[in-house]
């Protein structure tokens, strides 16, 4: 399966949501022509006498801390000869394997293979990732951690991904072409940029969405904003369900409140998880970071289209959140010919929408 990725996992730990540039320290790997910037306080070890790093990864709430290793690894055959390597050595050594999949990464496939495994120090779930670049040396990296650790490792990892910076533009690799063993990656590494994530520049000043519909979470009464093409009502059980000429299905919107809920991110993991198993068959899957949309709110999606016993199925899964109240948007379609123009519809509403308490 191949996924785009738009950089990536939910905002579990604050630490990682709220990170700035202050807070950040530079890694280089001048042979894979790669920086990228990281927490200060993870430990980052080199490899004896090789260019490659172990990483000790710090996790919020939790006394053990996460495992990076970063390898540089030589390797020009077939993405089906990776995977199916990775697949083989984990059956050697009895782990069960949870998933293969592929993303892209800087214009590139990203090869990705998660199992879960016993040892000395209890369950851990391990996920390994090529980067599948026309390079001499590629990119592999090996992330683990206990399982109720591994989410908030992943963000923290994909999060760095997020800045990394290469020396020029990665290239698909082309196995019918090998690269040049002495032609050298890096040429001029620029520093990688991590911005604040709350600050707001004066190209993004917010806009109030002209649309309102009050609504109550936890005792507390809040206003929905939405843009104006939408109309939406409260429904039976406290969901609200939104309507645009533009779009063929309801959109449905299940309000909640971290105070006594999950957090908005690990809400939008469990309806992403839970909308996956609708589907026999997932083509593409695209996901968003949580971003300061138009409307000052925080927001992210996660995308798929695919098909069921029934035909084509498409997918948002979305999340909205203010402070500690969200909501998660919700909407299916089975028609292909209409999917441009209602999902641009619904990534406005997920741009331009917001949560805000009332007096």
Known sequence: MRTALLFSFFSIVSFSATANAQDQTLLEMPDLGLAMSHPKNWQVTPVKKSPDMKVLIPIEGSSQRATLELYNVSFSSEKDVW?????????????????????????????????????????????????????????????????????????????????????????????????????????????????????????????????????????????????????????????????????????????????????????????????????QKVNKRDESVPEKNRAGASAAAVWRSGTTAQGDLFSCDGVCFNGDFYFVVSYRSTNASKIGGERKAIENLLQNSTIQILP
Do not use: C, H
Request: net charge positive; proline share 8%.
């Open 83 to 279: 995977q199916l390597g990775q697949k083989a050595i984990n059956e050697r050594m009895r782990r069960e394997l949870m998933r293969q999949w592929e993303e892209e990464l800087l214009g590139v496939p990203m090869l990705l293979t998660k199992v879960s495994f016993s040892d000395k120090e209890g369950q851990q779930i391990l996920m390994t990732g090529l980067v599948y670049s026309r390079t001499a040396k590629k990119l592999m990296f090996r992330l683990s951690a206990a399982p109720d650790d591994f989410d908030k490792a992943e963000f923290a990892w994909r999060q760095t991904m997020n800045t990394f910076r290469t020396g020029r533009a990665w290239l698909p690799e082309d196995p019918t072409k090998k690269p040049d063993p002495k032609d050298p990656q890096r040429t001029q590494l620029p520093t990688p940029v991590v911005t604040n994530p709350n600050s707001l520049d004066g190209q993004n000043k917010t806009t109030k969405p002209p649309v309102s519909i009050e609504a109550t979470i936890s005792g507390r009464k809040v206003e929905i904003r939405i843009p104006g093409e939408w109309a939406g009502k409260v429904g039976e059980d406290g969901a609200i369900l939104l309507t645009n000429p533009d779009v063929g299905s309801q959109v449905r919107l299940t309000l909640a409140s971290a105070l006594d809920s999950d957090p908005p991110q690990r809400a939008l993991l469990a309806a992403s998880s839970k909308t996956l198993g609708d589907f």
